[in-house]
């Protein structure tokens, strides 16, 4: 009998499948996002930085409003270690989670993901001050729902730190995972913004001139649970045996990764091409 003909090589590649299949949903989702993230991060270093350089900083308020304001050191310098700190992140980050990276150069990947950590945490913190002393432009529930994500950021980072002192490496790569998402949520609703005025040809729930509306609410709630709802559903799947759970969730990961893709896409060429 040949050997691929054998049932138990049947049974061994109908159960390999679905587990190559989800770890490929992840990997492709993962880099999609990668590649967004870094994007945002090169608008940021040059918009705001750019605008540094050149000493005109009235220019941030193009986009932060009261991003800069005459005067004020503290808070002034609380929205340049926000900006320079994401940048880092946003481009840091991500090399925590590349295999090669962290098998051949351990150094690296430990003081890397302290620098991450550290960073992870004093932007959030620096994110809710400006959101208590400046506010944001969706009003009380965008405050509301900004400063929650800064709390969870500190609180996953806290964990993961933990997770990664006591050596419970599988717990602390999984804290370190949601830390990345919620650490992303701006973006996350900037591409989720742009996905939608994309899709629907303009505004959708929300009044463009003060920009309240029932969707704004949404996204300012979406941007950090949903992401953390795919993830924990990705973990589900990862560690049941079934084939139907890991096939489902690798689909729905595909779908999501091909709106998310769409979202960058409406993001760069729609909002942050444009400002350079």
Known sequence: MNSENH??????????????????AGIIWFVTAVLGQWIFAFYVAAFYGGAAVSGD???WNRVLPHGYIEGDKIGNTAVALHLIFAVVIMLGGPLQFVPQIRNRFRKFHRWNGKLYLITAFVTSFSGI?????KGTIT???????VSFNGVLIMLFALLAWRMAMTR??????????????????????RI?????LFLNEGPFGFDPETFRGPFITFLGIGQYVIPLLVL?????????????????VATA????????????????????????
């Open 7 to 24: 049932p138990v090589s049947i049974s061994r590649r109908k159960t390999m499948f679905p587990n190559k299949a989800l770890r490929s």
């Open 57 to 59: 900083f009235m220019k």
């Open 129 to 133: 001050y400006m959101v208590i002393t």
């Open 139 to 145: 009003g009380i529930t965008g405050d509301i729902s």
């Open 168 to 189: 419970n490496f599988k717990a602390h790569e999984r804290w370190v995972l949601r830390l990345f998402l919620v650490v992303n949520g701006v973006w996350f609703f």
């Open 192 to 196: 989720g913004l742009m996905l939608s």
């Open 232 to 248: 924990e559903l990705y973990f589900f799947a990862k560690d049941q045996n079934g084939t139907l759970g890991k096939l489902t």
């Open 253 to 276: 990961l595909f779908v999501t990764t091909i709106f998310m893709g769409l979202g960058i896409f409406a993001a760069t060429t729609g909002m942050w091409l444009p400002r350079l």
